[in-house]
């Protein structure tokens, strides 16, 4: 996002008329708050479940968007660590891979980025005290991670030496094998093995060093995946010497990928195979993801053996040896939708005789357990991307899907329950939420429709039923008739009863957003992708194209008070743009800095009081319905504002922002109309910043409480 100078000059000469804000705004002290998320159980893509080998209880977790987490036992809920990532860091969110120190499992280390975030910023992170802080070490100059990238679920690409805990592996997308030799602090490629990047650009996919094969203090054997066909070029490879040179391994299947790999301490490596890097298939079709094998590999004589289910033709990815037994093998299908109890997904199998024979322990007989979440009775478990034993109980496996973490307790039991493990994981992307005042807190989400939260801290808050099986993009309540709601995503639905009860209706393109007019007599739908608004007047029933406005992917909000009135903010050309019947028509009405946010907000029970965040140009407001603005002094960075219950004795609504004041970027409280802000947050606390739903609101009900979105943690709720 091109981010505009503070001290860019609007066009309109009549912009710059102050409208009663105070000349200099003041920084308070920071105000006490607790942080958490709104409870969700959010699940979405875990992908990987990595547990320590030496302590019981301590595990991990790295998900694709939405950061780590650590398992906490004793409360049945898991940790988030990277909840102290910057808005500039936001990339962190995606963990390529995860690594526990063989000898220590306090040692945890973290490769992290994602593409598409802060020019593809990445790091490794080290920490010795379980996750609980972190030093980094920006690796972006030597390589680059893509935690939400194809083959996520591949690995794991970082591995601490079993005879060295100072010495660690990392096998990268693009620029091949790197070592550290001083916990991380440091790295150097590798240049024994003659491996770059992959016609599909995931690279190194698995890195192992066998335990087995220690000398000097360093394991001498290593074996490194490479995501590629076989017969598009080696994707196996070896050293018998600590990496000094390389020797590519023949024998591997041809057509196929490697995904995950294991050792089973008898002197083999049990591998998965797919065609593709996954977890799904790739755009261009020619990694369609359903098909594959599972092959053991004797080290002391290269042979190979094919291990796969009998009778099974699907992608594998999960692998894991019962630390007790070499003999006992879990292992999971990756992308399939097979038979699984009431729904589809993937599948589990288990081998007692080192893969010769398999069970499938979903035909076997299967039982979910929502784990006290609601929506988690419905959850399948698909893209498995990880199986794992409990290293400290052979019968408990871990198991990591597309709708989050699943565990049983018992592998032999008959059915196997599988409990939806995700209480305190929260990895979804939300993209709007509206506090009802007198009524519950209604979200939408990315990959799922939404809720409707009655109590934000219990997991027992519906989702929206008929659901869209898919994301939800817009929502909007009529201000001074909060019964009415609209949801839209690939489909749209209207609800008279606050989101309790829905009904489908028509609609001109898909997804985008919409705004109701505060009597709900008008309603608009920008598709997504479209430069063509579209109105209604009887709740969908009906469309008509709006005249006077061509702004793609245009976020429309209704006036609160003034049914005639909607506004539009283009971020491409900074128009102001109103609407004064109904939503028929919009004209241009004044021009301000471009390139903010189109998250524009009207003061609640205010006619015309619209503040537009504009990144890098500050804060800007209007009590005029556009006619005039000026720009709240001293912010000099905004990325979204928002509006809760006043504080007792305030006469306007309790004004937040995510923003910079003083050169300091966090969460920011005014209780005097922007003349004064406190920080609310801490540099523990900052989510990577409001992402992509690009909101902070304020809840209708209790003064100071405050939700965020995020690029991935779900909906931050501050607390005072």
Known sequence: MKLIDSMFQRAAPWAAAAVGVAAMATLQPAAAYTWGNVAMGGGGFVSAIIPSKTEAGVVYARTDVGG???????NGRWVPLLDWVAEDQVGYLGVESLAVDPKNAANVYMYVGISYFNGGKSAILRSSDYGRTFATTDVSSQFKANGNGMGRQNGERLVVDPGSSNVLYVGTRANGLFKSTNYGASWAKMTALNVTTTANSNGISLVLADP????????????????????????????????ASFTAVSGSPSG??????????????????????????????????????????????????????????????????????????????????MAQGNGWGDHVFISTNGGASWTDIMNRGFAKDNGGITWGSTATIHWAGTAVFDPFN???????????????????????????????????????????????????????????????????????????????????????????????????????????????????????????STSAT??????????????????????????????????????????????????????????????????????????????????????????????????????????????????????????????????????????TIGGVTGLYRSTDTGQTWTRINDNAHQYGGPGNGRFVVGD??????????TAGRGIVVGKP
């Not at 780590?68 to 004793?74: L, V």
């Not at 394991?219 to 010497?241: E, I, K, M, P, T």
């Not at 020619?286 to 599972?294: A, D, F, K, Y």
């Open 68 to 74: 780590a987490y650590r398992w906490d036992n004793a």
């Open 212 to 243: 087995s094969s220690v000398s000097g203090g360093v394991a001498q054997r290593l074996f490194v995946g490479v995501s590629r066909y076989g017969w598009a070029g080696a994707n196996f490879y070896r050293s018998d010497n600590a990496g």
């Open 256 to 337: 196929l990928m490697p995904q995950r790999a294991a050792f089973d301490g008898a002197g083999n490596v049990y591998i998965t195979y797919a065609n593709g890097a996954g977890p799904h298939p790739d755009s261009s079709g020619s990694e369609p993801m359903n098909n594959g094998q599972i092959w053991k590999y004797t080290i002391s004589n290269g042979a190979w053996t094919n291990v796969t289910p009998s009778g099974i033709t699907a992608s594998f990815s999960g692998i894991s040896v019962d630390p007790a037994n070499p003999q006992r093998l879990v292992a999971s299908t990756i992308n399939q939708y």
């Open 394 to 516: 052979n019968k408990a496996v871990w198991l990591t899907s597309g709708n989050g973490v699943f565990r049983t307790t018992n592998i032999d039991a008959v059915p196997t329950t599988w409990t939806f493990t995700t209480k305190g994981l929260e990895e979804t992307v939300p993209l709007n939420v509206y506090s009802i005042p007198g009524g519950p807190l209604l979200s939408v989400i990315g990959d799922y429709d939404g809720f409707q939260h009655y109590n934000i801290d219990t997991y027992t808050n519906p989702l929206y039923s008929p659901a869209m099986g898919g994301t939800t993009t817009g929502l909007t309540v009529a201000d001074s008739n909060t019964s009415q709601v609209v949801r839209v995503g690939s489909k749209m639905y209207t609800s008279p009863n606050g989101g309790v009860n829905w009904n489908q209706v028509g609609m001109n393109g898909s997804f985008g957003q919409v705004a109701l």
């Open 522 to 659: 008008a309603l608009l739908h920008a598709p997504a992708n479209s430069t063509t608004m579209y109105r209604s007047t009887n709740m969908g029933g009906s469309w008509s194209a709006v005249g006077g406005i061509s702004v793609n992917n245009a976020r429309p909000i209704a006036d609160p008070v003034n049914a005639n009135k909607f506004y539009v903010y283009d971020p491409s050309t900074g128009s102001f743009m109103i609407s004064t019947d109904a939503g028929a028509s919009f004209w241009k009405f004044n021009t301000i800095a471009a390139w903010g946010s189109d998250g524009i907000r009207a003061a609640p029970g205010r006619e015309g009081d619209i503040w537009v965040p504009l990144y890098g140009g500050g804060l800007t407001r209007t009590t005029s319905s556009g006619w005039q603005f000026s720009n709240l002094p001293n912010i000099t960075y905004c990325g979204a504002v928002g509006f809760g219950k006043a504080a007792a004795g305030a006469s306007y609504p309790t004004v937040f922002i995510w923003g």
């Open 700 to 709: 209708m009900n209790t003064f100071g409480v405050v939700y965020m979105s």
